[in-house]
């Protein structure tokens, strides 16, 4: 009998504590980053332009040393063909793209910037024109990228980088 009084006790007691449990985690957490659109931040917009031209400059001038100076020291670059952790290993990437694929012409185009506390992330597309031994190829893709202040600027903490697929010739099909 006792068992069975404990027992209901309990289920008594759960029933009235979870559902002020579920409303407790109803509330938003201050602890939880706060998200802010910074399309409209004209001083955020300066400053990532100026990112923006940094990184640009660099792909049209084959620049791995450059590209890579822009990463945090423990930066993050993430490619179709692999993931590259830390600022060396990605001047090493840029350095080997360069040499097998010289940039004859890259841009890029920022869709989306948001901060969140002292980070920001980024997504947009990239077009480039690459020099191959048959003539220039044109490759574009997608990107997105976080950041993070160091100093008086802002750094790449990671820069992931995908291709749109190339259209299938007919011929190619078959």
């Known amino acids: 009998m006792k068992i069975r009084a404990a027992v209901i ?6 029933g009235f504590t979870l559902p002020a449990y579920a409303q407790q985690n109803a ?3 201050p602890a939880i980053a706060q998200q802010r659109d910074l399309l409209g ?3 955020a917009l300066d400053e990532f332009s100026v990112l923006a031209t940094k990184v640009d400059e660099a792909f049209n001038k084959n620049d791995g040393d ?5 990463f945090t020291e423990d930066g993050v670059l993430v490619t179709p063909e692999g993931i590259f952790f830390g600022r060396r290993a990605i001047e090493k990437r840029y350095l080997e793209l ?3 694929w010289p940039v004859t012409f890259s841009t890029s185009q920022r869709d989306q910037l948001n901060a969140i506390d002292n980070a920001a992330w ?3 597309e990239w077009w480039s024109t ?3 031994e048959s003539g220039p190829e044109f490759q574009r893709g997608y990107w997105s990228a976080i950041y993070v202040r160091e100093g008086d600027g802002w750094k790449i903490r990671m820069l992931t980088i995908s291709e749109h697929p190339r259209p299938v010739r007919a011929a ?3």
């Open 130 to 132: 690459l020099q191959s």
């Open 41 to 43: 931040d004209v001083r």
């Open 122 to 124: 980024s997504t947009g």
């Open 172 to 174: 190619e099909a078959r």
């Open 98 to 100: 360069f040499q097998r």
């Open 66 to 70: 450059a590209l890579a100076a822009l």
């Open 9 to 14: 006790l309990i289920g008594l007691a759960t």
């Open 27 to 29: 509330t938003v957490d």
